[in-house]
């Protein structure tokens, strides 16, 4: 830059504020959605609460929050308690909200139901009422 006048400075400074890029923000589809995989890290990772995708498959169906064929008789994949899930067409999967996340760190981490009972439950195909479960 010595060698460059200062005029020439000057003119380069105003070209390059002219030419800056700028980043145009496009609103996206299923932003701030997890899928199941990450999901169950999530779990793990921060609130130290171990879950597998059997176990994850039971909770879903015994609270009704998306529908599974071997669980409901008239499956139909967009019946989703949408507070926590929601059915992707484009994908043909589910995606789940942070307030599902949320909604397993109280039920889990207080206990309100185990392993073995929402084990059963799905066996036996019953469906537990969410509001007696959700943080009031």
């Given at each position: 830059?010595n060698?460059?006048s200062?005029?020439?400075?000057e003119?380069?400074?105003?070209?390059t504020t002219?030419?800056?890029?700028?980043v145009?923000?496009?609103?996206?589809?299923?932003?701030?959605k997890l899928?199941?995989?990450?999901l169950?890290k999530?779990?793990?990772?921060?609130?130290?609460i171990?879950?597998?995708?059997a176990?994850?498959?039971c909770?879903?169906?015994?609270?009704?929050?998306r529908?599974?064929k071997?669980f409901?008789?008239?499956?139909?994949p967009?019946e989703?308690?949408t507070?926590?899930?929601?059915?992707?067409e484009?994908?043909t999967?589910?995606?789940?909200?942070?307030?599902?996340k949320i909604f397993l760190v109280?039920?889990?981490s207080?206990?309100?139901i185990t392993?073995?009972?929402w084990?059963?439950?799905?066996?036996?195909?019953?469906?537990?009422?969410?509001d007696?479960y959700?943080?009031?």
């Amino acid at each position: 830059l010595n060698s460059v006048s200062e005029e020439d400075i000057e003119k380069y400074q105003k070209l390059t504020t002219i030419v800056k890029d700028k980043v145009i923000k496009v609103e996206g589809s299923n932003v701030g959605k997890l899928k199941p995989g990450a999901l169950i890290k999530q779990l793990e990772a921060e609130n130290n609460i171990k879950i597998n995708h059997a176990d994850h498959k039971c909770l879903l169906s015994i609270f009704k929050i998306r529908p599974y064929k071997d669980f409901c008789e008239d499956y139909d994949p967009f019946e989703t308690n949408t507070k926590y899930c929601h059915y992707d067409e484009a994908h043909t999967d589910y995606l789940y909200q942070e307030n599902w996340k949320i909604f397993l760190v109280h039920l889990l981490s207080n206990n309100l139901i185990t392993q073995s009972q929402w084990r059963e439950n799905f066996r036996n195909k019953i469906i537990i009422k969410i509001d007696d479960y959700e943080i009031k």
